[in-house]
């Protein structure tokens, strides 16, 4: 019976091609389709009946390397785990359909063939969800990484002085990076002066509040001085209601009067040239 359906999906592959893509693109919920260019969804759909031949004919390593490389392209073109699966679904309908339809099966034997299929592609559509999901979760992983990395920099912005801005939530594990960073930065740049922004972050709590006085206190270890910018209203008043001690520190409102103190800090200021 494989070979049979083997034959059938090689013998009628454009057209059962053709159907199936009809039937991707005729659901309503798959916009990511509509944005696509087309010769992207014809090859991808192509690849698909690919792997599905690959595996009906026993090809065990072609068919494992060709399902990683196909699940890896489809997580870089988005496309949701929901069309996966309709996909999957569909292919099934459609060779079942097909195969009635030109008489390779009669309606007495329909029931078993459709069981062989259904028996056929259970595994092998779990097998491309797993692949897909275990794409998915490493691609964002990768992702958070290269966020996390680039969320919490530390900028010279003039000889001696360091401004590191913080945007978003604050995290036990971005507080690592921030403290990693941080004390890295000063020790390369040779700064004198750190000012930590916190104009970006939403909400500082009793966690937030510890976690910058940590960066704080290991700054000074290094030998430079930490300058907390950025308190905007709602967060000093926020500050003042949790008791969060920030006496040692230096605060200011704006980044401009911290850069400002942070010139006269290391010896310098800011004036006016007359034209």
């Known amino acids: 019976m494989y070979n049979k359906i083997t034959g059938h999906i090689e013998e009628h592959r454009d ?5 199936w893509k009809e039937r991707l693109m005729s659901d309503a919920d798959s916009r990511i389709i509509d944005v696509m260019p087309q010769h992207i969804f014809e090859n991808t759909s192509s690849e698909f009946f690919d792997i599905i031949l690959l595996n009906l004919k026993d090809k065990e ?17 988005g496309w949701p785990v929901a069309l996966v ?14 195969l009635v339809r030109y008489g390779s099966i009669d309606k007495e034997n329909e029931g078993e063939y459709l069981e062989l299929l259904d028996k056929w592609m259970t595994p092998v559509s779990n097998e491309i969800i797993q692949t897909y999901a275990e794409t998915w979760e490493k691609t964002v992983s990768l992702q958070k990484m ?6 919490a920099p530390l900028i010279p912005v003039v000889d ?11 995290d036990t594990e971005r507080a ?5 960073n941080l004390l890295e930065g000063v020790v390369s740049h040779r700064a004198e002066v750190v000012l930590i922004d916190i104009t970006g972050v939403p909400v500082v709590d009793t966690m937030v509040a510890h976690h910058i006085i940590q960066a704080a206190e290991a700054v000074h270890l290094v030998g430079a001085k930490c300058m907390l910018v950025g308190i905007r209203p709602e967060i000093a008043q926020t500050i003042v209601n949790l008791g969060i001690d920030l006496d040692r520190f230096i605060t200011t409102s704006t980044m ?15 004036v006016e040239l007359e034209g």
């Open 176 to 180: 690592r990076l921030v403290m990693e």
């Open 256 to 270: 401009k009067k911290g850069v400002e103190l942070a010139l006269e800090m290391t010896g310098r200021k800011i």
């Open 146 to 151: 290269a966020l996390q990395e680039l969320s």
């Open 15 to 19: 057209e059962l091609e053709n159907i």
């Open 85 to 98: 699966v309709k996909g999957l679904r569909e292919f099934v309908h459609t060779v079942q359909e097909n």
């Open 160 to 170: 001696q002085i360091s401004v590191m801005p913080l945007v978003g939530t604050i």
């Open 61 to 77: 390593k072609e068919y494992k390397e060709m399902l990683s490389y196909f699940s890896d392209k489809i997580v870089r073109l």
